[in-house]
């Protein structure tokens, strides 16, 4: 009884200590990925399969601009074999990854191009980056990112590496299959306008040769009447019938907007969090409604 106990806590401190040291393995030998909000978990979770265990930073329904992260977070973060981040969209998890993992940490905006930021900038002056974040929105750079998280984990585990470039393969072609849908989906439409309350949908339309009108780009700033007035206009003048806006955002600018346009709202999905289907799932829903909105005929 004795023996046993003393071995329990043996283990136990042999456990806290690996943990102290910032070892990339768990009690049972499995890398931990800490993935900063929604796609990128679920990238995460893709190429990770069985070999990793994943856990998300930014709970469902919050939205994850302006998170703010526990000291508990930031440790876990500190601990992890590897953070799955974008530099840019959350300056909590930006600023802990350059404390506490700046040499453990994949930012899926340096595996792309990426877009010059949009005039409604978001964040601090401090934390502001040069280029639009919300790359997760075009399934074709999104390929190419799990291409790239996939060669990273098989460098960090390089016991399980096949298994990984495995699944980033399968999960590309997944993503590159959803590229061509959309292609084709949105190939012919009587509008090619796209009027956001959140200016999040920048890549899907540098993607698919749409044009964004993003009210604000951060999703809870309160815009000015000024600014209301223009996007009206351009509404009116590109005979936009369509104003969208976001399950985690509330709508009331974008109700104002389309009482004035004569226009109706929809839920665009800008994937910041975790929807009730999958990434694959809700960006097909995305284009069902882009479809219907814009137009289309397929
Ligand atoms: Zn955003």
Redesign the pocket.
């Known amino acids: 009884m004795r023996t046993a106990s003393l071995l329990l806590a043996g283990t136990a401190l042999l456990a806290t200590a690996a943990c102290g040291a910032g070892s990339a393995e768990t009690a049972d030998g499995k890398p931990d990925v800490v993935a900063a909000f929604y796609p990128l978990q679920w990238l995460s979770e893709q190429v990770g399969g069985s070999d990793v265990r994943v856990t998300v930073l930014t709970a469902p329904g919050v939205e994850p601009?302006d998170l703010e992260l526990g000291a508990q977070q930031v440790a876990q973060l500190g601990d992890a074999g590897l953070t799955v981040y974008i530099r840019g969209v959350q300056p909590a998890v930006d600023d802990a990854v350059e404390q506490h993992a700046a040499d453990k940490a994949f930012d899926a905006a340096t595996a792309v191009r990426t877009l010059p930021a949009g005039e409604h900038q978001?964040g601090g002056e401090e934390h502001a980056v040069s280029y639009d974040p919300?790359l997760w929105l075009d399934p074709s750079r999104l390929a190419t990112v799990v291409t790239k998280l996939g060669e990273r984990l098989a460098q960090t585990d390089p016991e399980h590496a096949k298994g990984y470039r495995d699944r980033a393969a399968k999960t590309a072609a997944a993503l590159g299959a959803l590229d061509q849908e959309f292609t084709k989906g949105l190939t012919t439409c009587a509008t090619r306008t796209l009027v956001t309350g959140?200016e999040?949908f920048g890549y899907l339309a540098d993607r698919y040769h749409l044009k964004q009108i993003g009210i604000t780009l951060d999703?809870e700033a309160e815009p000015s009447p000024a600014r209301i007035a223009e996007v009206a206009q351009l509404a009116k003048a590109e005979k936009v019938t369509t104003i969208f806006t976001e399950s985690l955002v509330s709508p009331k600018v974008a109700e104002v907007l389309a009482k004035e346009v004569g226009a109706q709202t929809q839920t665009l999905d800008?994937l910041?969090s975790k929807p009730s289907g999958d990434y694959l799932s809700a960006m097909r829903q995305n284009l069902r409604t882009l479809q219907t909105a814009l137009r289309c005929t397929a």
């Open positions: 601009h978001e919300h959140h999040a999703p800008p910041e």
